[in-house]
C-alpha cells in the first residue's frame, strides 16, 4: 500500500487557524466521499505552528492526476478548496497553482 506525505502553510493567523481546525473536527460527507473513492484508504492531517503534514495511504492504483481531475470536475469539491484556501498558503518552494506539495522520503527503519 503507497504512503505519500505532503506539506502545505496555513496562514499565520491563530484565527484562522483555529477555523481551519474546526472545519476538520468533522468534513463534509461529500470531501469524504471524494478522498475515499479516488483510492485514499487513510489521511490523517498534523500541525505544527502554521506549517501542515498529511500522511495519505492509497490503494496501487491511487493516481493524483486522476484524483485532481475528478476533483475539478466536482462542484463540491471546488467549492471546499476555494473555502480552504482562505486558510492555506503555498510553501515557498511551490509553483504557481500548487498547495500541496509531496515530500521525498528520506530515512525509513
Not at 52 to 64: G, H, N, P, Q, V
Request: charged share 30%.
Amino acid at each position: 500500500m503507497p504512503r505519500y506525505c505532503l506539506a502545505l502553510d496555513l496562514k499565520d493567523d491563530e484565527t484562522l487557524i483555529a477555523e481551519y481546525e474546526k472545519y476538520h473536527e468533522k468534513i463534509r460527507p461529500e470531501i469524504a466521499e471524494s478522498i475515499t473513492s479516488s483510492g485514499i484508504t487513510n489521511m490523517e492531517i498534523y500541525r505544527i505552528g502554521n506549517r501542515l503534514f498529511m500522511i495519505m495511504d492509497t490503494t496501487d492504483d491511487f493516481s493524483f492526476e486522476a484524483k485532481a481531475a475528478a476533483d475539478a470536475a466536482n462542484p463540491k469539491v471546488q467549492e471546499w478548496e476555494n473555502l480552504m484556501w482562505n486558510y492555506q498558503q503555498a510553501l515557498p518552494m511551490a509553483k504557481e497553482g500548487e498547495k500541496w506539495l509531496v515530500m521525498k522520503p528520506i530515512f525509513k527503519l
